[in-house]
């Protein structure tokens, strides 16, 4: 095993895949392209939350990250998809953050992928009529947040992501700088109305790419035959 060597160094792949709990709050100062960011790490446990609450103050976006390989978790375990939704729903409606810009990112599609193969999406959302298919899942687990968003300026992009794919991140984080940079100035100068129409971005060969649901590639399929 090449981490049970003397000589073993972390590779790229290695830091991805390590995980350290959040505790408490955690700040982070940094600069992209002479813009200066600060971003607020708080723990995502129920015995964490109550900590949030100073950090309400003068927030210009919350980046909401959704774990979506937990949609098969029992409603009780404080990272089901059942008590994210519940969160979701609570944390949205605070009227700190009621000129906050939200930004909604489904993070794990590749556990998500795999799993929706063996384990119906529907024990956590009934009402599903996807079956296996991917698309249909992801595209679905999103729109249903954001029918559920109880504030006032949710993004119109989804973001799914995977914290393993550095390069597809690399682009997402560039997208989401645009949306804090913009949400910035219309904080200052003025709010613009809300969409209301939500679209999940993905990765589609290296690109972020609106998700495309089955109907629509069967389309396309359809006309590169003929």
Known sequence: VRILKDDFAPEKI???HARLRTTGVLEYDFQIENQAFQLVDVGGQKNERRKWIHCFDRITAVLFLVSLDDYD???EHEQSMTETLRLWEEITAVRHLEHSTWVL???KVDSFKEKIKTI?????FPNYKGGKNYVQGLNYVGQYFAKRFKGKKLHNQIFATCALDSNYCEIVFHAVKEIVTLSTFQQVFGEHDVLSDF???ENRDGKLTPL????VEQLELFKAIF
């Open 212 to 215: 495309r649901t089955e109907k």
């Open 120 to 124: 119906p999406l529907e024990v956590t």
């Open 105 to 107: 990112f489904l993070n």
């Open 73 to 75: 978790l029992p409603e």
């Open 14 to 16: 290695d830091i991805l």
């Open 199 to 201: 679209t999940v971005m």
